[in-house]
């Protein structure tokens, strides 16, 4: 069964430094998303990302945030420079269709710590 | 946005029947329900979906009333391995994103 992945698994990171998080997608998918978790909390949107560019993000998703698919397969996530409160499960995510009743398919996830 | 109401959590012993309720007074029309799973440190994982009555797969069963005010994901026969946080979701229409509650966090026990 295909699926999504997400490299590295674990990444640890100082304050204000850039980190770069990586997805593969499932490969005939067209929507990709960025979600996060805080340990103990709920999963939350950040991003959604359609032919190349940027169809919805939330609040948490601001300047400091990017995303970009560099090729044709991977799809990156960049925070600039690291705050501690950044630290975080990311979660890659990739549908079809994109719409309401389309499932997303989640990656395993990127455990961010940030000191 | 429909918003969901699910309870925190729930216990149950291997080989019971497990039904989890949620909530969601205000759907909209043209929404649809999707129950997800999620194990400690990994993502989401789809288990099922529907839009009105009952819905089965391999995994679970949905069953919605007429008045799609509520929907029941039910799991057969739980084992161990069902030991998990499942999330109920309401889609709102016209939004990709898809917005997570606290979820129902079932403990199975031997």
């Known amino acids: 069964e295909p699926e999504v992945t997400q490299t590295p698994s674990h990444q640890v990171t100082q304050m204000g430094q850039e980190v770069i998080l990586r997805c593969v997608p499932i490969?005939?998918?067209?929507?990709f998303y960025w979600y996060r978790q805080i340990l103990g909390q709920k999963v939350e949107f950040l991003v959604s990302?359609?032919?190349?560019?940027?169809?919805?993000k939330s609040e948490i998703f601001d300047d400091q945030f990017s995303v970009e698919r560099p090729d044709g397969s991977n799809f990156t996530l960049k925070i600039r420079s690291t705050k501690l409160e950044d630290s975080a499960m990311y979660f890659c995510?990739?549908?079809?269709?994109?719409?309401?009743?389309?499932?997303?398919?989640f990656g395993p996830g990127t455990r961010l710590l940030v000191l | 946005l429909a918003k969901t109401t699910q309870p925190i959590s729930m216990d149950s012993y291997e080989g019971q029947e497990v039904n989890i309720t949620c909530s969601h007074n205000n759907i909209a029309t043209n929404d649809y329900i999707t129950w997800y799973q999620q194990f400690p440190s990994q993502g989401p994982r789809f288990i099922i979906q529907g839009y009105k009555t009952k819905v089965t797969n391999e995994v679970a069963s949905l069953f919605i009333p007429a008045d799609r005010k509520s929907s029941t994901l039910s799991l057969p026969r739980v084992s161990l391995s069902d030991t998990a946080v499942y999330y109920c979701?309401?889609?709102?229409?016209?939004?990709?994103?898809?917005?997570f509650g606290s979820g129902t966090r079932l403990q199975v026990q031997p």
């Open positions: 490969s005939n998918h067209l929507y």
């Open positions: 979701l309401v889609g709102d229409t016209g939004r990709r994103a898809l917005t």
């Open positions: 995510a990739s549908s079809s269709t994109g719409t309401g009743e389309e499932t997303q398919y």
């Open positions: 990302f359609y032919n190349n560019e940027i169809s919805e």
